[in-house]
T-cell receptor
Framework: QKEVEQDPGPLSVPEGAIVSLNCTYS??????FMWYRQYSRKGPELLMY????GNKEDGRFTAQVDKSSKYISLFIRDSQPSDSATYLC??????????FGKGTRLHILP | EADIYQTPRYLVIGTGKKITLECSQT?????MYWYQQDPGMELHLIHY???????EKGDLSSESTVSRIRTEHFPLTLESARPSHTSQYLC???????????FGPGTRLLVL
């Protein structure tokens, strides 16, 4: 079993819809949880960074961490065509060795 | 946008050639990383450095080597390229532990 599982998609939703992206993990020692966005032919850029359980909101983006279920989510409200990208979940223990998911390809349809 | 640069962006090269992928950052970050990413697959850490003269192998075995002679520079070298080295190589840096890792744009390598 991989440490981090993420559905690769692709996920296609109409513009304006709420998008839900998810990852599950097996290592209960993970403390830091991240979501990266990667546009085609670019490097990943950090979207959200959370420590331990709970919610974090930044504009149209909300990250949720449920450590009891080993499940993290990223919600995108009022999705835009510019949100079309691959979204990578990532997590780490106490050090900075990050374990990445495979990424979910998201297409927002105009 | 993060100040981390990678050259070349694309490289097509024949088997057996020696190649060096360049990575530079102007943020004064102590920690730097090299990841390998194949299409539809996870990023895998292949090398990292905590500072000048510090280099460590990552979780994914790689035939490449790295050096860290200057804080801002973290080149990756393949002594003899093979088709199995075809991949995207991403460089990243961070200020310290639990700090955000900033990624460069990547180098897409194709070995014929």
């Amino acid at each position: 079993q991989k440490e981090v599982e993420q559905d690769p998609g692709p996920l296609s939703v109409p513009e304006g819809a709420i998008v839900s992206l998810n990852c599950t993990y097996s290592n209960s020692a993970f403390q830091y949880f991240m979501w990266y966005r990667q546009y085609s032919r670019k490097g990943p850029e950090l979207l959200m960074y959370t420590y331990s359980s709970g919610n974090k909101e930044d504009g149209r983006f909300t990250a949720q961490v449920d450590k009891s279920s080993k499940y993290i989510s990223l919600f995108i409200r009022d999705s835009q065509p510019s949100d079309s990208a691959t979204y990578l979940c990532a997590m780490s223990e106490w050090d900075d060795k990050i374990i990445f998911g495979k990424g979910t390809r998201l297409h927002i349809l105009p | 946008e993060a100040d981390i640069y990678q050259t070349p962006r694309y490289l097509v090269i024949g088997t057996g050639k020696k190649i060096t992928l360049e990575c530079s950052q102007t943020m004064g970050h102590d920690k730097m990383y090299w990841y390998q990413q194949d299409p539809g697959m996870e990023l895998h850490l292949i090398h990292y450095s905590y500072g000048v003269n510090s280099t460590e192998k990552g979780d994914l075995s790689s035939e490449s080597t790295v050096s860290r002679i200057r804080t801002e520079h973290f080149p990756l070298t393949l002594e003899s390229a093979r088709p199995s080295h075809t991949s995207q190589y991403l460089c990243a840096s961070s200020k310290g532990s639990q700090e955000t890792q900033y990624f460069g744009p990547g180098t897409r390598l194709l070995v014929l």
